[in-house]
C-alpha cells in the first residue's frame, strides 16, 4: 500500500499527518485514556478516509495543508467507529493483534471510543487556526455529525436484521450505505466544504465518496471467502454475528431450496457446532451458487459509478488518486 500512495503523490501528506497524530498522541504514563487511544490510532491503518478528505479540498482547487487537523479528526471518528464495532460484535482481534476491550476492557474502551468521537469535532474546530472561514467549519461540522447519526442508525438496523433470513438486498444495501458509504461520503463532501466547493463539486464528490463506499464494503464481506490474510480480524466474524452479508443473500436468494436449507440450519443452530466446520460448508454454498462471482459483478457495477461520478471534473493529481482508489478498493490495497 505504501508503494501505490507514494506513487499517487501522497507520501509526504501521510508522512505528515502521521507525525502530527504521534506528536499529539506523545502521552504520560499517567494518562491511561490516552494510552488507549494511542494503542487504537497506531500502528495507523491505510488512512483512507483522511485522504479522502484531504482529496476533497484539493478537488475544489482548496489548499490540502490548510485542513489536516480536519483530516486527523477523520481518522478518530474512523478509530472511534471500530472500537465500538468490535464491542458490539464482541470481536478480539482488529488490524491483526487484540481488540482495545480485550487488553484494557469494555468500559475503558467505551470511553476511549467516546473520547475519539469528541476529538474529531475539536479537530475540524481547529481548521480555525489555519484561516478556513467559520460557516465553511460549521457546515462541515453538520456533515460529519449527520454521517455519525446514519452509522449509528446503520449499526442498529444491521444488528435488528441479524439472523433474519428474509433480509433482502435493499435493506443490506440501506445498511452499508448507513454504516459505511456515509463516513466516505462525508469526508468528501466536509472536505469540498473546507476547500470553498460549489454546491455541484460537493454533490459529485459525495455521490463518488458514496459509490466507493459500497464497493469498499462489498470487498470487505468478500474478504471472509477470498482473502482472509487481508482482512485484519476473523475470518468467522460474520458468521458468528449472524451478519448477512451480501454473498451470503445472494446464496440463500438463488441457491435453491437445498442451499437455502443449509444455511438455515448454518445460521440458525446458535453457537452449537464447530464453528470453522460450519464456516467451510458455507463458503462451500458460497461458491457452488455463484454468489462470490455475482458479489464481485456488483462491486463492479459501483466502481463503474464512482468513476462516472468524477467525470465532470478536470484532470488533475486529485483526480488521478480518486480515479486509482477505485482500482485499489477492487484489487482490496486499500
Known amino acids: ?14 508522512t505528515e499527518m502521521q507525525q502530527s497524530l504521534i506528536t499529539h498522541w506523545s502521552v504520560e504514563n499517567d494518562d ?3 494510552q488507549m487511544c494511542q494503542y487504537a490510532l497506531f500502528p495507523p491503518g491505510k488512512m483512507i478516509r483522511p485522504l479522502l478528505i484531504l482529496d476533497g479540498c484539493a478537488m475544489v482547487g482548496g489548499l490540502p495543508q490548510s485542513i489536516m487537523s480536519a483530516a486527523a479528526g477523520a481518522e478518530y471518528a474512523h478509530v472511534a467507529s471500530l472500537i465500538h ?3 458490539i460484535d464482541h470481536d478480539d482481534i482488529r488490524r491483526g493483534r487484540d481488540t482495545l476491550h480485550r487488553c484494557y476492557g469494555t468500559e475503558y474502551a467505551l470511553l476511549a471510543g467516546d473520547l ?4 474529531s469535532f475539536l479537530a475540524l474546530a481547529r481548521c480555525i487556526e489555519e484561516q478556513i472561514p467559520a460557516e465553511r467549519i460549521v457546515r462541515a461540522v453538520q456533515i460529519v455529525a449527520s454521517v455519525g447519526i446514519d452509522m449509528c442508525r446503520g449499526q442498529a438496523l444491521e444488528a435488528q436484521v441479524a439472523r433474519d433470513l428474509a433480509c433482502d438486498m435493499s435493506t443490506y444495501f440501506q445498511i452499508i450505505r448507513l454504516k459505511t458509504a ?3 461520503r462525508g469526508a468528501l463532501e466536509s472536505g469540498a466544504v473546507l476547500g470553498g466547493g460549489h454546491e455541484g463539486q460537493i454533490a459529485k464528490l459525495g455521490e463518488y465518496g458514496e459509490q466507493l463506499g459500497i464497493l469498499f464494503q462489498i470487498i470487505d464481506d468478500l474478504l471472509c471467502y477470498t482473502d482472509t490474510e487481508a482482512l485484519g480480524k476473523s475470518k468467522l466474524s460474520d458468521l458468528k454475528n449472524k451478519r448477512l452479508t451480501l454473498p451470503v443473500i445472494y446464496a440463500y436468494q438463488n441457491g435453491g431450496s437445498e442451499a437455502q436449507r443449509r444455511i ?3 445460521f440458525h443452530d446458535g453457537h452449537n457446532g ?6 467451510a460448508e458455507l463458503l462451500c454454498i458460497l461458491e457452488q451458487t455463484g454468489a462470490i462471482t455475482k458479489s464481485r459483478a456488483s462491486a463492479d457495477k459501483y466502481a463503474q459509478a464512482a468513476m462516472a461520478a468524477l467525470q465532470e471534473f478536470p484532470e488533475s493529481i486529485s483526480r488521478r488518486r480518486l480515479e486509482s482508489y477505485i482500482q ?5 490495497r486499500m
Not at 500500500?1 to 501521510?14: F, I, K, R, S, T
Not at 464447530?274 to 464456516?279: E, G, I, Q, S, V
Open 1 to 14: 500500500m505504501d508503494y501505490y500512495m507514494n506513487q499517487l503523490g501522497v507520501g509526504q501528506l501521510l
Open 32 to 34: 491511561p485514556l490516552g
Open 85 to 87: 464495532d468490535d464491542i
Open 116 to 119: 475519539l468521537v469528541f476529538q
Open 182 to 184: 456515509s463516513l466516505f
Open 264 to 266: 438455515e440450519r448454518i
Open 274 to 279: 464447530n464453528c470453522d466446520k460450519r464456516y
Open 328 to 332: 485499489l478498493c477492487l484489487t482490496r
